[in-house]
């Protein structure tokens, strides 16, 4: 890729959605958020290599703090400076780092978290059971992780444990405290993590600690920070090579990854694309209607056309790289240009001259979609095809964020078009409950109720077994379709890093093992 393409690239991308280093899914619960524009770079070539440094942006004028600061680029740092009592791998698995082990009581409702012995934080102080429940506790106030606390009544210290209280069982727990431990209230608080923020202003430097508990070798001793004051400032450093990598959404971006003076490396998230459905008016309150059209969306199309490839088709409400994925049901649930006609034909409704009819009603779906995004509203046009192909009726309205959100409060639709980011759990309470903040098309199902319950309480082996349960349910009474999960790219200079695991979390996940050239 040229230098002048990249530098396009760069701009639109930073100027549409801040081009900032990871935390995608670092709230808790799941949310509707309007998409981005992304462009259609040129044509890429074959790279000279050139000489790059090992550096990263940082906003020296605003906070580090890993819970409550808000500019994201510093808070992506954390992952080299701060750890939690778990992290979440590649796979979403729950991996512990300050937790030693942990108990759960016999009700279910109150964890008791073991700390590993011998942490120091990097002003030299021992890690303590107080340092850990404050820094819970701070988050539980935070806007950045309040969310993820609502089941949570109650953070305690002990004698070397902390323990979490709960409204109501969750077997999930671990995985929502991944939450960054750290000591001290003002913007550079110290950490546990495998680095210490050193020197001022336009001279900041990431310093390996000597005494880091893990003491893993670490790929480099110093990692200079460079200055950025504003989004051009990044894309230059970029541009020019002083900056080694930048993560963000390249979904619609048609030609980066595959050669240029930068590599990617995708990663998943648990930000997950899906058709839901009025299940409360109009034709979709029936779920054989809803059954089959949960299969005639062709999610492979969306992914490779639409979202070009950075992007995991799924049919059930969980990443397909979660051990919970069930591939057997999901593959019940694929693409099928039949299953429609098939379902409506043993409902009695019969095709007339193109359309769908059932004695005087003829089968029109009202489907609605943010129309300030040109990828969502061509993954929308996409499917939208996949049903007017087997003669049904739809009209696709294209509307703004605020005229959009206004219909789904009202209930004014047959099908929407939606983006939810889900919590580490994959927790479905916001999308199945009946006040749930995104239960727009009305679902209310006792028994799904039941199951999500039981898979919210299951932990270990049974909780697998729970998913299973719920999302066989789901497939037979749906209340959406899912159509993909997002990954999101991590860009890095060409030939400079190998041995990269970004998580959606952090993306210097597992850094020991990173090889910089």
Excluded at 408 to 427: P, S
């Amino acid at each position: 890729m040229t230098r002048h393409s990249l530098r396009r690239i760069l701009t639109a991308l930073l100027t549409a959605a801040c081009l900032l280093l990871g935390l995608a899914g670092c709230g808790a619960a799941p949310y509707e958020e309007p998409w981005q524009p992304t462009p259609t770079p040129a044509a890429t070539a074959t790279p000279e290599p050139e000489p790059a440094q090992f550096a990263l942006a940082c906003y020296p004028q605003s906070s580090f703090h890993p819970i409550t600061g808000g500019n994201r680029t510093n808070l992506s740092l954390g992952g080299l400076l701060y750890e939690g009592l778990f992290a979440l791998d590649p796979q979403f698995q729950v991996q512990n780092v300050l937790c030693e082990s942990y108990t759960v009581s016999e009700d279910a409702l109150k964890w008791t978290f073991v700390l590993r012995a011998g942490v120091r934080f990097s002003d030299g102080s021992a890690l303590t059971a107080a340092d850990v429940a404050a820094s819970l506790n701070q988050a539980r106030a935070s806007a950045l992780y309040s969310a993820r606390f609502t089941g949570v009544t109650g953070v305690s210290a002990g004698e070397g444990t902390v323990s979490v209280t709960l409204s109501s069982p969750n077997g999930g727990l671990p995985a929502l405290l991944d939450v960054p431990v750290c000591k001290g209230t003002g913007e550079r608080p110290a950490g546990t993590g495998p680095y210490v923020l050193a020197g001022e202003a336009d001279a900041l430097v990431l310093e390996a600690r000597t005494d880091w508990w893990q003491g893993n070798a670490l790929p480099r001793q110093s990692i200079p920070l460079r200055s950025i004051q504003e989004a051009d400032d990044l894309i230059r450093a970029f541009d020019t090579r002083d900056v080694a990598l930048v993560a963000t959404d390249l979904t619609g971006t048609n030609a980066l990854g595959f050669s240029g003076s930068f590599e990617t490396v995708d990663y998943p998230t648990s930000t997950m694309l899906y058709v839901g459905f009025n299940t409360a008016s109009g034709p979709c309150r029936d779920a054989g209607l809803r059954r089959a059209l949960q299969q005639s969306f062709d999610r492979d199309a969306v992914v490779t056309a639409q979202f070009s490839r950075h992007a995991l088709a799924a049919a059930l409400p969980v990443s397909p790289v979660s051990p919970l994925y069930d591939g057997a049901l999901a593959g019940r649930l694929a693409y099928s240009s039949q299953a429609l006609a098939q379902a409506l034909a043993g409902a009695g409704w019969s095709q007339t001259d193109g359309s769908w009819r059932r004695g005087r009603e003829t089968l029109a779906l009202r489907f609605v979609v943010p129309g300030e995004n040109t990828d969502r509203i061509s993954a929308a046009e996409q499917l939208a095809k996949n049903l007017t192909d087997e003669g049904v009726s739809v009209e696709l309205k294209k509307l703004s964020w605020e005229d959009y959100t206004a219909v789904l409060a009202r209930g004014d639709f047959d099908l929407y078009l939606a983006e939810g980011r889900l919590t580490g759990d994959f927790d479905l309470t916001a999308l199945l409950a009946p006040t749930g903040a995104l239960n727009y098309g009305g679902y209310q199902d006792a028994s799904a109720a039941g199951l999500l319950r039981a898979f919210r309480a299951a932990d270990g082996a049974a909780r697998g077994q729970a998913a299973g349960a719920l999302y066989e349910y789901l497939a037979q009474e749906p209340p959406f379709a899912v159509i993909c999960f997002k990954n999101w790219s991590l860009l890095t200079q060409w030939r400079l890093l190998t041995g990269l695991t970004p998580t959606q979390q952090n993306v210097f996940y597992r850094f020991a093992d990173w090889t910089v050239a």
